[in-house]
């Protein structure tokens, strides 16, 4: 008896596989895009100051800081954009 093994070949001409899809449901009204929350970002985003004094004040203690930024970032940087140098060439 010789016996093949080809998990693909079926031995027997009747066989065959079933496959059942699934219907994809309907989108609930739930599920639909609301715009509603776009626009209330937007809204928020426009009634926004465009000026924070609080983050003026920060950029001005570090701009006379003259640690800022460490050494230790300076240096990690310039090894990442040399990293990033040499794998583009």
Do not use: C, W
């Not at 895009?33 to 203690?61: H, M, Y």
Request: charged share 35%; net charge negative; no cysteine.
């Amino acid at each position: 008896m010789e016996i093949e093994f080809n998990p693909g070949r079926y031995g027997e001409p009747g066989v065959s596989q079933n496959i059942t899809r699934k219907v994809a449901a309907a989108p609930a009204a739930a599920d639909k895009p609301s715009f509603e929350r776009a626009r209330s970002v937007g809204r928020a985003l426009s009634e926004a100051p465009e000026v924070r004094p609080e983050k003026v004040e920060e950029a001005r203690v570090y701009a006379a800081d003259v640690k800022y930024p460490p050494d230790e970032v300076l240096d990690r940087l310039s090894h990442l954009l040399a990293l990033k140098l040499r794998n583009s060439e």
